[in-house]
């Protein structure tokens, strides 16, 4: 497999999508010691600063695995979350659906798109964001109170990436939710969230096969949450 690797970037992201339309052989990696315009979910950016984190995009054929977006970001994390622990010993929790927490702070992000021929509009490739806080300790005053890091040396870097590569091509079905749902960290607790501008509040009582969230919400009614567009916090206990 490819491994291309940058000391800056954009995005890795948007590396692997101009590497995709060019026909570039998938799977295939792409690695930045830092990124100027790191993304996340909902248009939101990733901070990536120089020399202590890990931003990481793997681009795998449209078909590899027969999972939609939710459940590739969920096969993603349980595949991050156990490389984490094998590679630095330490324990990680998944807050659906597509960051990893660790102390109550985010220390991971995924974001997941699809990439489709132009003309045709055929699917081509998914490409898996990865951005993992190894050993930041400065974070922007938006976040400073919402993340954290694994404070792990840099050097286990290309150890990490390649083990969650690994985790990654070896899942191919949805085996790895019993794992996504003990490393949760949403279910049996309250939550508020958002749809389309409209709040809610409940309890997450399941996840299933699909990587869906199933929420009970205050008012006795139940609802099934699958769409990117939305956010989602935790009740403080």
Not at 8 to 18: F, G, H, I, V
Not at 107 to 130: D, W
Request: aromatic fraction near 8%; glycine fraction near 8%.
């Amino acid at each position: 497999m490819d491994i291309f690797k940058y000391d800056q970037t954009d995005s890795t992201n948007l590396r692997a999508k101009e590497m995709i339309l060019s026909g570039v052989s998938l799977p295939c990696l792409f690695v930045a010691n830092s990124q100027t315009m790191g993304r996340g979910r909902q248009g939101k950016s990733f901070y990536s600063p120089k020399d202590t984190g890990l931003y990481m995009s793997l681009a795998i054929p449209y078909d590899y695995v027969d999972c939609d977006n939710v459940s590739i970001t969920s096969l993603t994390a349980v595949a991050v979350a156990l490389a984490i622990k094998e590679v630095c010993g330490i324990d990680t929790g998944i807050k659906w659906v597509n960051d990893l927490y660790t102390d109550g702070k985010k220390v991971c992000g995924i974001l997941t798109e699809l990439v489709c021929e132009p003309l045709s509009n055929k699917p081509l490739a998914i490409i898996i964001g990865i951005g993992i806080n190894l050993s930041t300790r400065k974070f922007p005053s938006e976040i400073e109170s919402s993340a954290t890091s694994l404070f792990v040396s840099t050097d286990i870097k290309e150890k990490l990436y390649k083990k969650i590569t690994d985790n990654i091509l070896n899942i191919k079905d949805n085996s790895f939710m019993d794992e996504y749902r003990r490393l949760s960290i949403v279910l049996g607790k309250e939550i508020y969230y958002t749809v389309n501008g409209v709040d809610f509040d409940g309890v997450a009582v399941d996840i299933n096969d699909k990587g869906h969230l199933e929420v009970l919400n205050s008012d006795g009614t139940r609802q099934i949450l699958s769409s990117g567009e939305m956010s989602l916090k935790l009740k403080r206990d």
